[in-house]
């Protein structure tokens, strides 16, 4: 019955999911359900295949084996039109926030309604200084150049392009790395606010047990292409899980060996 | 050490980077044809592949009809045929020098730029990003570029053929003692529509090989700068190959019947 009843309401789930490069097996069967609503934090090290989980699921990598669902539905194969609609409901805010350099910061935040939507520009614009002012920047940040902007506000302006087409799923990869430690606050105070103002569901990669701990309803440990440990915020400091110990203490001796080639 | 092992990986490596090219050529080719189309994005790509190459492709294309007038003056003096110099030179330019000359002022040019540009898209995820944002960055960024440079290669070049003959016109007459009037008649009775039309057929194909290698290079790129500098060297370099090669094949198609 609980089975039954976590099934109905999972926004997003992955179920053996396998990926692997030439010899390098980078996920080793994967399953992992995140609940509408709620907001999931995988942590692990570098190189553990973090950042290809959320490819798989984007359809920016193909799986070799296993499904990946949203909102019930079979996602793992599809491509084109049908492939559009699906990634409609997502939005991303990358590492080193991928602004389009092209581009001034307005189009930035804009471009899925202009291009995914066919949201008219003028419209598409009020939008864009609009979802600017959530994060914390002023209508004038809208005509500069992405280059012309610090990293702090370039993961604003990340935020501001993940968020503007008012997505059901927001991933976040590493939303903290390469800031300072009082902007890394200010960004996951950032990212808890919006989040909850578009309720959305939200799946976060990160090494930074700090914000971990700051935005994660759940966390879920990702090691050797396994996700060997998973549970409440609350519980991770008394998971007697040796692996995720040494993970969150930071500490050199433990079960992890760092592999030195990626 | 086994031999054949480093053999066997070099033939590997060389097929499976004929099919990636190959299924990107398809690809690219299937998308040109299926909206979305951005027409913006292909009339700026114009602006930047056409528009902006037009100075130095120019230049190269006055220098070298003011060269070929020159040489075949040097050459026909030996048979006493110096006179042939309008009619070689707008054949010259025409058919062969106006678009293999802009051909690889543009490769070096375009291409190195195409290559870079979505190079560096790659290795910071923005081609990630447009994913993300329901757009399919084949559209986005091959389509534009092959349409453009497949525009706007044929009209480049046939500015260049004009430069090119205008050359040979401005050294004939100023240091070979050719007449003006006589240059310009014995070169529009000579020339034919079939040498200016192969030369733009060229052009287009031209055109086209280098958007493609310049995007394929840059949409496989890996590996932060030094990738973006390995695609925009590769990118370079086999269109440039390319393009000699494939003027070749169109010769011998083109003029051969």
């Not at chain 1, 570098?46 to 359809?59: H, P, Q």
């Not at chain 1, 990598?61 to 049908?82: F, Q, S």
């Not at chain 1, 590492?95 to 598409?124: C, H, M, T, Y």
Request: charged share 15%; net charge positive.
């Amino acid at each position: 019955m609980a089975m039954a009843q976590a099934k109905s309401t999972a926004k997003v789930e992955l179920r053996g999911v396998k990926k692997r490069f030439g010899p390098k097996i980078v996920l080793d069967g994967v399953d992992l359900t995140i609940e509408k609503g709620q907001s999931l934090v995988v942590i692990g090290g570098s190189g553990t295949g973090k950042s290809v989980m959320i490819k798989c699921v984007l359809g920016i990598l193909r799986p070799d084996a296993g499904h990946i669902y949203v909102d019930g539905e079979d996602v793992t194969h599809m491509r084109g039109g049908a492939r559009d609609a699906v990634l409609r409901k997502f939005g991303m805010l990358f590492q080193g926030s991928a602004l389009f350099d092209s581009l001034p910061v307005w189009e930035n935040v804009a471009f899925g309604l202009i291009q995914g939507r066919g949201v008219a520009r003028k419209k598409a614009r009020d939008k864009a200084i609009e979802t600017l002012a959530r994060v914390g920047l002023g209508p004038e940040v809208g005509d500069l150049s992405p280059a012309e902007l610090s990293g702090g506000m370039q993961k604003r302006v990340g935020l501001a392009r993940a968020i503007a087409a008012g997505p059901e799923i927001i991933f976040f990869d590493e939303p903290t790395t390469g800031l300072d430690p009082i902007m890394a606050d200010i960004i996951n105070d950032l990212i808890v606010r919006t989040v909850k103002q578009v309720g959305a569901t939200t799946l976060s990669i990160t090494h930074d047990m700090v914000s971990a701990r700051k935005i994660a309803d759940r966390i879920a440990m990702l090691y050797k292409g396994k996700i060997i440990w998973q549970g409440p915020t609350a519980e991770i400091d008394s998971t007697g899980n040796p692996y995720v110990e040494q993970f969150i203490h930071g500490s050199a001796e433990g079960p992890i060996k760092m592999e030195v080639r990626a | 050490m086994n031999i054949l092992a480093p053999i066997g990986r070099a033939v590997l490596a060389l097929f499976a980077h004929a099919g990636r090219l190959t299924v990107f050529t398809v690809t690219a080719v299937f998308d040109a044809f299926i909206p979305p189309i951005y027409w913006s994005l292909i009339g700026q790509q114009m602006l930047r592949i056409g528009f902006f190459s037009l100075p130095v492709v120019g230049l190269t294309a006055f220098f070298t009809g003011g060269v070929l007038a020159l040489q075949i003056y040097i050459g026909g003096n030996r048979y006493g045929a110096e006179a042939i110099v309008p009619q070689i030179v707008v054949l010259g330019i025409t058919r062969e020098l106006g678009p293999v000359i802009a051909g690889l002022m543009v490769a070096g040019r375009v291409g190195a730029a195409i290559a870079a540009e979505i190079g560096t898209m790659r290795v910071t995820e923005q081609i990630d990003a447009l994913t993300t944002l329901a757009t399919n960055p084949v559209k986005y960024l091959v389509v534009p570029r092959l349409w453009a440079a497949l525009i706007s290669m044929p009209i480049l070049v046939a500015i260049a053929d004009s430069i090119g003959v205008f050359g040979g016109y401005v050294v004939s007459t100023a240091s070979l003692n050719f007449n003006g009037a006589v240059y310009i008649k014995n070169t529009v009775d000579f020339m034919t529509h079939s040498d200016v039309y192969s030369g733009l057929i060229k052009a287009a194909v031209f055109g086209f090989i280098i958007a493609l290698m310049g995007c394929y290079n840059g949409f496989h790129s890996k590996g932060g700068a030094q990738g973006v500098g390995t695609a925009t060297t590769n990118a370079v370099v086999s269109s440039s190959i390319l393009i000699l090669a494939a003027n070749y094949l169109l010769t011998s198609v083109l003029f051969t019947k």
